[in-house]
T-cell receptor
């Protein structure tokens, strides 16, 4: 697609429920990133995909968080048994390569609110 | 590890004022440096970048110069407009794939 598409744009859930957030990157971009944006915390790196592989999952905050990518395209971030501290905006980005000089193109984000 | 430190906000200016947002980075390796901007209700978008020492990135009247000696990449604009109101993020890349971001600086420009 023309840009990075994320869904849902807003999600309100109850504590303890599972949620899935979807990212559709720019067509042909091999690298895909998930970041979390919390008030006053900036952007926190969660996970990086190169193709369907995730060579760096070091930013996932706990084992309740997981992500997968299929067909070198769409990615899903899953949060199990959500907690209130999971409330944040989850941002997906993609880029055409795997260098730190590459420009990341971001989606508009998925705002998660855990009640 | 890699880190980026940028000035805390919020920053409030009047239209046509001069803007500086300070950014420093950890000096490991030879990182690429970026400024991203997030307008209200929108996603982050690249504002400018510089890939080596002494490079100057520029866009929309904004400039930033890669200063290796001071490990800095300060964002400047000579005359801000109301439409520049946004959150600005400094970021560093490097030899790997990951961008490390600062915490962001909220800029409000009043008419």
């Amino acid at each position: 697609g023309a840009g990075v598409s994320q869904s849902p744009s807003n999600k309100v859930t109850e504590k303890g429920k599972d949620v899935e957030l979807r990212c559709d990157p720019i067509s042909g971009h091999t690298a895909l990133y998930w970041y979390r944006q919390s008030l006053g915390q900036g952007l926190e790196f969660l996970i990086y995909f190169q193709g369907n592989s995730a060579p760096d999952k070091s930013g996932l905050p706990s084992d309740r968080f997981s992500a997968e990518r299929t067909g070198g395209s769409v990615s899903t971030l899953t949060i199990q048994r959500t907690q209130q501290e999971d409330s944040a905006v989850y941002l997906c980005a993609s880029s055409s390569g795997n260098s730190g000089a590459n420009v990341l193109t971001f989606g508009a984000g998925s705002r998660l609110t855990v009640l | 590890g890699d880190s980026v430190t940028q000035m805390e906000g919020p920053v409030t200016l009047s239209e046509e004022a001069f803007l500086t947002i300070n950014c420093t980075y950890t000096a490991t390796g030879y990182p690429s440096l970026f400024w991203y901007v997030q307008y209200p209700g929108e996603g982050l978008q690249l504002l400018l970048k510089a890939t080596k020492a002494d490079d100057k990135g520029s866009n929309k009247g904004f400039e930033a110069t890669y200063r290796k000696e001071t490990t800095s990449f300060h964002l400047e604009k000579g005359s801000v407009q109301v439409s520049d109101s946004a959150v600005y993020f400094c970021a560093r890349g490097g030899s790997n794939y990951k961008l490390t971001f600062g915490k962001g600086t909220l800029l409000t420009v009043n008419p």
